[in-house]
C-alpha cells in the first residue's frame, strides 16, 4: 500500500517541486493549484514527469476563506481514491514541509489511526464561538480578502445588526471546527467523499461559510462511527503564537530543535527563499 499526498498550491512552483521531490515511489502525489495562479503547460508537464505525481489541475479559483478552497481537496480526495494502492491520505500545502523520514511516515500507514483535530461548536478558540462562519452569508468566493475585505466586513457587519442568521438544520448534525490540514486512513476519507456525494445538500450548505474547510471533515467524521478513532493531534508543527510574516508564522532554522522535538509528521509553513530550514529539515530527513 502507498500513501497519498494531497497538496493545494498558489505560488512559488520551484518550492512544491522541491516539496515533491522528498517523498519517494511509496507515496503518490496530487496536487491542485489555484486557478487564478499562472501555470503554463510545459510547468505542469514538468510536474507530471516526476514519477509520484498522478495529477495536476486547477480545478478550482480558490479565494481565502471561500468553499473553493474545500471543493479543490474533496477533488483531490476523489482523484486518489480510484487507486486502490492508496491506503493513507495527507492534507498538506505548497508550503508544507515533512519532518519525520519516509520510513517512519510507513508507520501511519500501519497503524490506522485518523489524526485530525476537532472541537465542538460554538466554541472559545473561535471569534463568536465560530458560528458567524456558518450562520452568516461570507461572500469570500466573490471578493479577494486578500486585496480588500471591505464589502465582505460590511455585510458581516450589517446582518450582524439586523440579528439575522441563517439557518442550520438539525440534520446537520453537531458542528465540529479544527484544523484544515488532516492524516486519514482510506476508510475515513471514503466515508467523507460518499457522505459527500449521497447528501449534496449538505456541502450546498456550507456555500457561503467562511473556511469551510476547517469544518466540512470534522463535522462529517465526528458524526459517524469513526469518531472514536480519531486522534485529535493532526501531525502538524505550527506556531500560531510569533506571528512571524504571517499566522501562523513562517518557521525558519531558529525552530529547528523545536520541530524535531514535536514528533509531528508536517512542518507548516516555510517559505525556501527565506531562511536555510528546508535544507536542514531534508538533512535531518536522510540522517
Not at 34 to 50: G, I, P, R, T, V
Not at 101 to 111: C, P
Amino acid at each position: 500500500m502507498k500513501q497519498a499526498i494531497l497538496i493545494t498550491a498558489y505560488k512559488d512552483f520551484p518550492q512544491l517541486k522541491r516539496l515533491v521531490q522528498e517523498f519517494d515511489d511509496e507515496f503518490n502525489i496530487y496536487i491542485h493549484i489555484d486557478k487564478k495562479s499562472s501555470l503554463d503547460e510545459a510547468l505542469k508537464d514538468d510536474f507530471l514527469q516526476m514519477s509520484n505525481v498522478r495529477y495536476v489541475s486547477q480545478d478550482y479559483k480558490v479565494n481565502w476563506g471561500g468553499v473553493n478552497h474545500l471543493k479543490a481537496y474533496l477533488k483531490l480526495c476523489e482523484v486518489a481514491l480510484t487507486s486502490a494502492e492508496n491506503g493513507f491520505f495527507h492534507l498538506i500545502t505548497g508550503q508544507d514541509f515533512p519532518i519525520q523520514s519516509n520510513k517512519d511516515f510507513r508507520k501511519y500507514l500501519e497503524n490506522g489511526q485518523n489524526h485530525l483535530s476537532a472541537f465542538t461548536m460554538p466554541n472559545k478558540a473561535w471569534t463568536h464561538g465560530g458560528m458567524d462562519r456558518i450562520e452568516l452569508f461570507n461572500f469570500y468566493d466573490f471578493f479577494n480578502a486578500k486585496k480588500t475585505n471591505k464589502w465582505i466586513y460590511l455585510t458581516q457587519r450589517l446582518q450582524l445588526r439586523l440579528k439575522f442568521k441563517r439557518f442550520i438544520k438539525k440534520s446537520m448534525g453537531q458542528l465540529y471546527g479544527g484544523n484544515t490540514y488532516w492524516s486519514l486512513t482510506r476508510a475515513a476519507v471514503q466515508y467523507v467523499i460518499t457522505h459527500t456525494q449521497e447528501n449534496p445538500k449538505f456541502l450546498k450548505r456550507f456555500n457561503f461559510t467562511f473556511c469551510a474547510e476547517e469544518m466540512y471533515f470534522q463535522t462529517v467524521l465526528m458524526n459517524s462511527s469513526f469518531k472514536e478513532s480519531i486522534n485529535h493531534d493532526d501531525l502538524r508543527y505550527m506556531d500560531w503564537a510569533t506571528g512571524r510574516g504571517g499566522n501562523p508564522a513562517f518557521l525558519d532554522e531558529t525552530d529547528f530543535e523545536s520541530i524535531i522535538n514535536s514528533k509531528k509528521l508536517f512542518a507548516r509553513k516555510l517559505s525556501q527563499d527565506r531562511n536555510a530550514l528546508f535544507e536542514i529539515l531534508s538533512k535531518y530527513r536522510q540522517e
